[in-house]
């Protein structure tokens, strides 16, 4: 099993401020099959990157994924108020597919 | 607009039974593979099982394998996950999801408890 590691487990930061969230696999992975997702209370996932950079629909610019191997990042480059949320990366390559533990980004 | 209808969820005791429906409008769904992934309310995403397009093959998390059983009946644009001999640690918010990953449900919630 592929284990995904997030860090740090809570961010506190101001909106405008640049938030970067690190997902670290315990095998490597290759790009085509690493996601970000955003979650917020009482809400379902909803799908931010695929393909480790590759913005899902409707998401803004300021989100951007990166990374390589066993490596990866997400990158808020200004908070918004509406983005104080929870954030999960996860793999598809490997069965069983697998999340990390979340990163919270909460208001500072 | 694709849409992940789930119902079937509710309040069971330990060692029973469950099925958990999700109707999908907005895509060919013949032509989709589903997922399910569970949370524990205050946790994290589990990846809980996969079905591929016919439905010939599937795929679980060793927490479930033996207990679970994905299906999906293409007719009537539906998947399944029948839930057996449920245990206090199923308890969670249930979502299917569209392969790709951009699809989910609104999430229904399992509670296991006497």
């Known amino acids: 099993e592929i284990v995904m590691t997030q860090s740090p487990a809570t961010l506190s930061l101001s909106p405008g401020e640049r938030a970067t969230l690190s997902c670290r696999a315990s095998?490597?992975?290759?790009?085509?099959?690493l996601s970000w997702y955003q979650q917020k209370p009482g809400q379902a996932p909803r799908l931010l990157i695929y393909?480790?950079?590759t913005r899902a629909t409707g998401i803004p610019a300021r989100f951007s994924g990166s990374g390589s191997g066993t490596d990866f990042t997400l990158t808020i480059s200004s908070l918004q108020p509406e983005d104080f949320a929870v954030y999960y990366c996860?793999?598809?390559?490997?069965?069983?597919?697998?999340f990390g533990g979340g990163s919270k980004v909460e208001i500072k | 607009e694709v849409q992940l209808v789930e119902s079937g969820g509710g309040l069971v005791q330990p060692g029973g039974s469950l099925r958990l429906s999700c109707t999908a409008s907005?895509?060919?769904?013949?032509?989709?593979?589903m997922h399910w992934v569970r949370q524990v309310p205050g946790k994290g995403l589990v990846w809980v099982a996969r079905?591929?397009?016919?439905?010939?093959?599937?795929s679980y998390a060793d927490a479930v394998k033996g207990r679970f059983t994905i299906s999906r009946d293409n007719a009537k644009n539906t998947v399944y996950l029948q839930m057996n001999s449920l245990r206090a640690d199923d308890t969670a918010v249930y979502y299917c999801?569209?392969?790709?990953?951009?699809?989910w449900g609104q999430g229904n919630l399992v509670t296991v408890s006497s």
């Open positions: 999801v569209k392969d790709g990953w951009g699809s």
């Open positions: 907005g895509f060919t769904f013949t032509t989709s593979w």
């Open positions: 079905i591929n397009t016919d439905g010939t093959s599937t």
């Open positions: 095998q490597t992975v290759y790009n085509s099959y």
């Open positions: 393909g480790t950079s």
């Open positions: 996860q793999q598809d390559y490997n069965l069983p597919l697998t």
